[in-house]
């Protein structure tokens, strides 16, 4: 269950592969932008996409507290590259952690009201612009959070295959 300095333990791994999994189905919200949404993506998934937004942030904000007791426990990383990894893995999380807020601003300044799974958070109601124009911060995060993700999925694969290291093994 808890990490070790071989790998990481079994909540790590729950953490990682489904905030993952959670993340790219957020990252399937572009098809919303092709033909407004008319096609299966836009009509069946995307509708999720504030739902699944409020889960994320919960999670991650779970997954920081879990780390942070976890942190003894981890397994090393290169010395020459923790700054790297520390920077990556830190730019990662604070964009996942501001996305949410964002999207939340974003909808509320355009008087849409927050409702989650359901249940309304925030109501409707009238239009807010300095909500809408910190808001529309959203869409430039989540795509640098794309980014840092492309990047994150290359280096865990070339560690795998050029260095033939167990990185990638450690969260598998």
């Known amino acids: 269950m808890n ?16 905030m993952a999994f959670l993340i790219g189905w957020q990252a399937l919200k572009i098809f919303d932008r092709i033909d407004d949404g008319e096609h299966w993506v836009g009509e069946t998934l995307v509708p999720w996409h504030v739902s699944i937004g409020t889960l994320l942030f919960v999670l991650v904000v779970l997954r920081l507290i879990w780390a942070i007791r976890q942190k003894d426990n981890r397994p090393p990383h290169d010395r020459s590259t923790v700054m790297l990894v520390k920077a990556g893995h830190g730019l990662m999380y604070l964009a996942i952690l501001l996305l949410p807020p964002l999207g939340v601003l974003l909808l509320v300044g355009n008087g849409y009201g927050w409702t989650a799974f359901g249940v309304e958070l925030i109501a409707e109601g009238e239009k807010v612009p300095w909500m809408t124009s910190i808001g529309s911060l959203h869409s430039p995060v989540a795509l640098f959070l794309v980014a840092l993700i492309i990047g994150h999925v290359a280096v865990a694969l070339w560690h795998h295959v050029v260095k033939k290291d167990d990185v990638l093994r450690r969260m598998v």
Do not use: C, E, L
């Open 3 to 18: 990490d070790s300095k071989v790998r990481y333990g079994t909540v790590s791994r729950i953490f990682h592969w489904g």
